[in-house]
Each structure stands twice: as structure tokens, then as C-alpha cells.
């Protein structure tokens, strides 16, 4: 065994580095399967990172009589983290129906078990996301302050934080610090690296599922990254007129429910890598992705991202013919996706300012007038006011 390794993984846990650790302890354990020091360091890993039924799993063949005792006082936890992981779903499932404010207080909830069982990442974060999307952005740094050491060590946490004190110091054209507007948020989340958030479809890196897979006669449960939302809350059994309760649905209803999952599956993960694309300032290939993606699912929660970033890497490209046909495309959507997403505002601007540098003001003023009467304690009045006075300053000389 490589005991250099080892000894790092180790002081990364001390220094609660769980990220750390884990590159080092996963690779470790395939390499030496056998080793009961490093299966043992591992599972301790799952333990403080809040996923006991991991450790369980990887204690299975541990039989010294300290492993043993120790696995059974993790057993006596399993319940009180079942029932967690349904919360933390439940709010998932809020977040879904776009009750934000209710999931947050189930995600405060969730976090004052802190105090007698490490708990995931994954509840700090969605308490952090929540905050941001419900209005409640000038506390998050401070609750990032008073969180663990492990969670403030978490790369999902400590991007988060960045982001946040990034855009928290802005000061465009010398006005006042812009701060979160709503939905300021989404442009925030789904902008940066954080790409599996709250409102794409799950917060955080890992969902949790309930169901229970059998192992020494011992409930260990099941942990699956990302899955689609789909799989995350539909039912196990379907009841309808006709149809007893739990009664396997038939064939052509299975075959359009999985068509229709396979065509948001792909539509999302196209999505994503047009925004991954866009990240890397590769603007073509995250405009072809993103065009994909509309083709696959025009209408999703996603979609709206879609126009935009596609809007954003034509700019990028300098492609103007193309843009005044995606911004009447944007606005003509009927979607409720569309019609309250958070984009409105800044998509009108960029409009306003196209049209202005073409020579078209007739048609430009009308849209900042909007953005001053509908968005007036947001960034984009600022913008829009300084454009306004511009061209009324042209127009007198």
C-alpha cells in the first residue's frame, strides 16, 4: 500500500478536505480492495459526509470487533437519515411545483440535525439556492461563515461563495453595487459552473432515492447522481379509472411516457453541453447545442436558458442577422417558462441597444420605456436610463 497516500488522505480528513480524500481513498480502494485500513478510512469518509448507508456497504466484510460496534451504532441512524433524504426530496419536489419559499423552510429544517449527525452537502446548498431565489441573498455569505468546515470546504459551497461576492461588488458606470434582483438568481446559478441547480432540475450534486436494496438482511440505500426529474418523483404506482393500484400500465402508455422522458433527458443534457460550450467561449459550438436542444424540447424548464444563451453566443459571434429573429421568437412564446422567466429584462435591453446601433431608435425607446416602468428597481433600469439619455442627447444636437 502506498502509505505516503494514505497518510494524505488522512490528514485531509482531519482538515475535514472530504473532496481531497476521496480522489485519493477511491482510487486507493481499487487498487487494494483488501485493505482494511483504507476500506475502513473510506467508509469514515461516508460517515462524516452524511451518507452512512455508504459506509455500511463498504464495512460489510469488516469483522474486528471495533468495526463492529461501530457499524451497529451507524445502523441505529439509518431511520432518522431515511427520513432526511424524504424531506430533502420533498423539497425537491417543491421546487418543482415552484414553491421556493417552502422548500427553503424544509431545507432550514433539514440543517438543524447538524448538531447531532453530519448531514450532506447537498441540504446546505439547497438552503443557500433557495435563499438566493426567494429574495434572501444578503445573508447567504454570512450563513456560508457559520456552516462546517467541511461544507465551507465543499467546491460546490466555495464557488458559490465566490459568485456571490463577485457579483455582490459590481459597480457598472459608477452607480450603486448591484445586487440579486429576482430572478438575478437563475442568471447567477445557471451561468455560472454550478450546473446541476435548483432550478435545473435538482439541487446539488446528488439526489437521494429511497429504495432499498437488500444486502446481509441490512437497509442500505441507493444513491444515483442527476437523474432526470421524471425519475425522481414519479410514483411507484399509477392509479386510474379502471386500473387498481399498482397495475402495470399498459404498453403504448409506457412507450410515449419513456419517448417523452428520453426527448427531456436529451434535451437537458444537449442543454448543458451547449452551456459547458459557452463557458469555454466556444460561442459556435454552444449555439448548435443550444439550437439542438430547442429542436428536442422547445418548452421545458430549461428552454428559456436555451434562447438566451443562444441570443448570447450570436452576439458573440457577431451573427446580427439571426438576432432580431430570436428575440421576437423569445418573446412570442406563450410558455409560462417563457413568459416568467428571468431573462425578460435583459433580452429587451439587448434589443433596445441592437436597434440603437442601427439607427433605430423609433423602435428602441419603446422597449427601455418598459424596462423603466417594469423593471425599475433592477440593474437593466440603469442601463436602459443611461441608453434613453443618450439617444434624447442625440436627438438636440
Not at 289 to 297: N, V
Not at 365 to 371: D, N, Q, R, V, W
Amino acid at each position: 500500500m502506498e502509505i505516503q497516500s494514505y497518510n494524505l488522505a488522512i490528514q485531509y480528513l482531519q482538515a475535514e478536505r472530504y473532496e481531497d480524500a476521496a480522489l485519493i481513498l477511491e482510487t486507493m480502494i481499487k487498487e487494494y480492495p483488501l485493505c482494511t485500513d483504507v476500506s475502513w478510512a473510506l467508509g469514515l469518509l461516508h460517515v462524516f459526509s452524511g451518507f452512512p448507508q455508504q459506509a455500511l456497504k463498504q464495512w460489510k466484510n469488516l469483522q474486528a470487533a471495533n468495526h463492529l460496534s461501530t457499524r451497529q451504532m451507524l445502523e441505529e441512524k439509518i431511520p432518522l437519515y431515511d427520513e432526511l433524504y424524504q424531506n430533502y426530496n420533498q423539497a425537491l419536489h417543491l421546487i418543482e411545483a415552484g414553491e421556493f419559499h417552502l422548500a427553503k423552510n424544509i431545507f432550514h429544517n433539514l440543517l438543524t440535525f447538524q448538531a447531532e449527525i453530519p448531514l450532506p452537502v447537498d441540504f446546505y446548498h439547497g438552503y443557500l439556492l433557495t435563499l438566493i431565489v426567494t429574495g434572501e441573498d444578503k445573508g447567504v455569505l454570512q450563513e456560508i461563515n457559520q456552516m462546517p468546515l467541511y461544507v465551507k470546504n465543499s467546491s460546490v459551497i466555495r464557488e458559490l461563495k465566490l459568485l456571490l461576492e463577485d457579483y455582490q461588488s459590481l459597480e457598472p458606470n459608477g452607480v450603486e453595487k448591484i445586487l440579486f434582483k429576482k430572478g438575478w438568481s437563475k442568471r447567477l446559478i445557471i451561468g455560472s459552473s454550478l450546473v446541476t441547480s435548483l432550478l435545473m432540475g435538482g439541487v446539488g450534486l446528488r439526489v437521494f432515492n429511497q429504495q432499498k436494496e437488500i444486502s446481509e438482511s441490512k437497509p442500505v440505500f441507493r444513491q444515483h447522481e442527476s437523474p432526470p426529474k421524471a425519475e425522481i418523483f414519479k410514483k411507484v404506482t399509477v392509479g386510474s379509472k379502471g386500473q387498481s393500484e399498482g397495475q402495470v400500465k399498459q404498453p403504448d402508455s409506457i412507450d410515449a411516457n419513456s419517448r417523452l422522458e428520453s426527448s427531456t433527458k436529451a434535451g437537458l443534457s444537449t442543454y448543458r453541453e451547449g452551456l459547458t460550450a459557452f463557458r469555454n467561449r466556444d460561442y459556435r459550438a454552444a449555439a448548435a447545442q443550444m439550437e439542438k436542444s430547442l429542436s428536442l424540447e422547445p418548452n421545458e424548464y430549461f428552454s428559456d436558458d436555451a434562447m438566451f444563451f443562444l441570443i448570447e453566443s450570436k452576439q458573440r459571434l457577431n451573427e446580427k442577422e439571426d438576432i432580431h429573429f430570436l428575440y421576437d421568437r423569445f418573446f412570442s412564446q406563450t410558455s409560462h417558462h417563457y413568459v416568467y422567466s428571468p431573462y425578460i429584462d435583459e433580452l429587451l435591453l439587448g434589443k433596445a441597444k441592437l436597434l440603437n446601433e442601427e439607427g433605430n431608435t423609433k423602435d428602441s425607446l419603446p422597449l427601455l420605456e418598459k424596462i423603466l416602468t417594469d423593471y425599475r428597481q433592477e440593474w437593466t433600469s440603469v442601463e436602459a436610463m443611461l441608453l434613453m439619455n443618450q439617444i434624447k442627447a442625440q436627438d438636440k444636437s
